[in-house]
């Protein structure tokens, strides 16, 4: 009897259907050949799992969705299109998204042969294109030269403008976007800033009636803090409206009008005819550029009084040299994930560099901690609440935004974690004209107040 033309079509597809499960599960063992022990799933859209631990649960389990996945994830080769199969959707993450960043370690190490890739290439090759749609929020098509005033604002508020509303739903209470300072492990994100905030106060000996210029102020965490516990006069200055708006909403709100605002201001355009005591800049200084550090701390050092403190609090590359960096240290480089949906123009330079060009134009560099621990602990914090307030978040952006933010700051926890991120905070003194610093003999005085 001869079958319909329906028929064949439907075993036609049926059998398509099954030779692109047996590849995809091909493809899967051999890329994790020589990945030992298996902790984790990998579950296909027909519900089978072709990787899946010996023993117990997984850690977590990749969800491929369907029978072009592994195409949209590995052609071509690189961890943007990586990341943007997850924001697509094409493959989701179920269980611990910490654990399945450092799946990227293995990538870059996994010991496969040359023939082992052409193979793997092949199979891949002969997957289905997806027809599914790829709408996310679009990456920055930034105008100018690199980090100046005119794509420093564009860059810096296509990341920050996304929503304060969307912010808020996972940052501390006083809305602090940068590491938190946690002296047990133990508190929760809203203590542990309050910690950091008073850390940074304390190295900069701050003092009732202190002039201080916040560089990069945010949502006002800082300038608020300052001026309500020191009794400082600070001026915060961001190139983000919305940030300006509820900065200044938000010190209405705690009564510090009188000695605290926020302004739209560049730190290049900050006048200097009336220098102030204390300068800081925290989560700022990843935007500046390797190229402009000379500018930024020349700048620095004439907007502050002789006898003055600058406290540069910023990420740091860290074993850049590295051959095989983790993705923490991807996330930054030009042409990544990073660069194109989150930080456009971000850069992390090594700590010499910064401290160098701080010294060129005459500060002294008097204190440097590392806070590489704290900071990967923040993020956990951040993605954890992020995660907990997912529906909330998708009336602010949409899910691949949200998606977006889940993985980079999991990217990131995973590169400090890893060793491969750092932050430091870094003192530095522009000395009287009699070598003065007016700093206490000894680092007793950050232990108390």
Request: charged letters at 25%; one cysteine or more; a neutral charge.
């Amino acid at each position: 009897m001869t079958q319909s033309p329906s028929r064949t079509r439907q075993i036609a597809r049926s059998e398509s259907s099954r030779a692109d499960l047996e590849r995809s599960a091909r493809v899967l063992r051999r890329i994790f050949a020589n990945y030992t022990p298996i902790d984790f799933a990998v579950r296909l859209w027909d519900g089978s799992t072709p990787i899946a631990p010996s023993r117990g649960l997984p850690r977590f389990t990749l969800v491929l969705q369907h029978p072009g996945a592994l195409r949209r994830m590995f052609l071509p080769p690189s961890e943007v299109g990586l990341g943007e199969a997850y924001l697509f959707n094409d493959f989701t993450i179920e269980g611990d998204l910490f654990a399945t960043v450092g799946l990227t370690d293995y990538f870059q190490r996994a010991g496969l042969s040359l023939s082992d890739y052409i193979d793997i290439a092949s199979e891949v090759m002969a997957l289905p294109r997806s027809s599914a749609p790829m709408t996310v929020r679009p990456g920055l098509r930034a105008h100018g030269a690199a980090h100046s005033r005119q794509r420093d604002r564009q860059t810096v508020r296509f990341h920050y403008d996304v929503s304060n509303d969307f912010y808020a739903l996972w940052l501390d209470e006083r809305m602090l976007y940068s590491c938190a300072y946690f002296r047990t492990g133990r508190e929760d994100i809203h203590l542990a800033q309050r910690q950091k905030l008073d850390l940074i106060c304390r190295k900069l000996s701050l003092r009732p009636g202190d002039r201080v210029l916040d560089i990069g102020c945010g949502w006002g965490g800082l300038a608020i803090f300052a001026a309500q516990e020191y009794g400082a006069d600070v001026t915060g200055i961001t190139l983000s409206k919305p940030q300006a708006t509820l900065a200044s909403e938000r010190i209405i709100q705690a009564g510090v009008e009188d000695r605290c605002r926020a302004v739209v201001l560049d730190y290049r355009d900050v006048p200097i005819d009336d220098p102030y005591d204390k300068l800081v800049s925290v989560g700022m200084f990843e935007h500046v550029g390797a190229a402009k550090l000379a500018a930024y701390f020349a700048r620095a050092w004439r907007l502050l009084k002789p006898g003055g403190l600058f406290l540069n609090h910023g990420i740091g590359a860290m074993n850049s040299h590295l051959e095989h960096p983790s993705l923490g240290s991807l996330l930054y480089r030009r042409n990544s994930f990073m660069n194109r949906y989150v930080f456009p123009d971000s850069e992390l330079v090594d700590l010499h560099q910064t401290l160098q060009a701080a010294e060129d134009v005459g500060f002294e560099v008097r204190d440097v901690e590392s806070l590489r621990e704290h900071y990967a602990l923040t993020l956990r914090h951040w993605v954890r609440r992020l995660e907990d307030h997912h529906e909330d978040a998708l009336r602010y952006v949409d899910e691949p935004t949200y998606r977006v933010w889940r993985l980079y700051m999991a990217g990131c926890s995973h590169g400090f974690t890893g060793n491969t991120l750092n932050v430091y905070q870094a003192l530095l003194s522009k000395n009287t004209e009699s070598g003065s610093s007016w700093l206490p003999w000894t680092r007793e005085y950050l232990n108390h107040r």
